[in-house]
């Protein structure tokens, strides 16, 4: 999962839930920039309050930080946490903000560590618990990971990207249908980019339940190789095995040289009686500059030709 994405969609949010008190005119301006996507003057300006406040405001320090970290700026954003911490320790927001400095620094272990400290002050943050889970994973981790990442989709079912993560952990341990349902929930979301799609389907493999999550994308691009020849062969699975040839066929089109578009589509022309189609495809791909074990896999495709 994309860190500063996942960072993205957390941050946006919960932006003007830690707002200062509206009695402040700069608070109104704070908040306009932050709609607008201006995070560098949001930063400032929150700076400028929480400052003027005598750092009493931990509502517009968080902002501040905040702000900071959607701008771009992890070190200016740690900078502030610093003093947040110091002043109010027992602040989970406090501590799950720092570690997604951390994060964002690429100091991991530190980012667990405040992660873990938030959840000593209030178990049920499911951010909190997506961070540990995501980092226990990427650390080998799996079965501890997935447990954390399970229990922040219990509270939280609509952060898609602690969604794809537990698809990943699950699909890792072989549990392929737990991957199936949150790889679902996940791909149902606007949020979830072509690139996240792609890699649930890979996670998945051959699956007719694929199918929904690459339609955008195929929609999206309809020259994307490997999106055709997945979405071709998971509607095959289906059932639907003229469209899926379909699909193959554009895949091997779109991209004369990809081994498994060419290996798929000569597979659905054998397979639905076009044995004069297939041995074409295999013919041309025979004549490519291939690895030998794609090299293999025409061979096999040959043989099948041989007795069709």
Do not use: K
Request: net charge negative.
């Amino acid at each position: 999962m994309p860190a500063v994405a996942a960072l993205g969609s957390l941050l946006v949010a919960t932006v003007g839930c830690q707002s200062a008190p509206p009695e402040d005119p700069r608070a109104a301006r704070a908040e306009a920039y932050e709609r607008v996507g201006s995070w560098p003057d949001a930063a400032a300006l929150w700076t400028e309050i929480y400052l003027a406040g005598g750092a009493r405001d931990v509502e517009a320090g968080l902002s501040a930080a905040r702000s900071s970290l959607l701008a771009g700026r992890p070190e200016e954003a740690r900078a502030r946490l610093v003093d947040l911490v110091g002043r109010w320790p027992q602040d989970a927001r406090v501590l799950e903000l720092f570690g997604e400095a951390d994060m964002a620094l690429g100091q991991t272990d530190d980012a667990r560590t405040r992660f873990t400290a938030a959840l000593e002050i209030d178990p049920d943050r499911p951010r909190s618990l997506a961070r540990i889970g995501a980092i226990d994973v990427a650390a080998g981790r799996t079965v501890e990971g997935l447990a954390a990442l399970e229990r922040s989709v219990e509270l939280d079912p609509s952060d898609v990207h602690a969604q794809l993560d537990v698809g990943s952990a699950a699909a890792e341990l072989g549990r392929m249908d737990r991957a199936a349902v949150a790889f679902d929930v996940a791909c149902a979301s606007d949020l979830v980019e072509d690139d996240e799609r792609m890699e649930a389907a890979r996670r998945l493999g051959d699956d007719a339940r694929v199918a929904p999550w690459l339609e955008p994308v195929v929609r999206r691009d309809p020259q994307r190789t490997e999106a055709l020849w997945r979405l071709g062969a998971a509607r095959r699975l289906g059932g639907s095995l003229g469209r899926g040839r379909e699909l193959l066929g554009r895949a091997a089109e779109s991209d004369p040289g990809n081994v498994d578009a060419l290996v798929r589509y000569a597979n659905a022309l054998l397979e639905d009686g076009f044995a004069d189609d297939a041995r074409e495809v295999v013919e041309h791909a025979g004549s490519l500059n291939l690895t030998e074990a794609e090299s293999s896999r025409i061979e096999e495709l040959a043989s099948a030709l041989e007795g069709a």
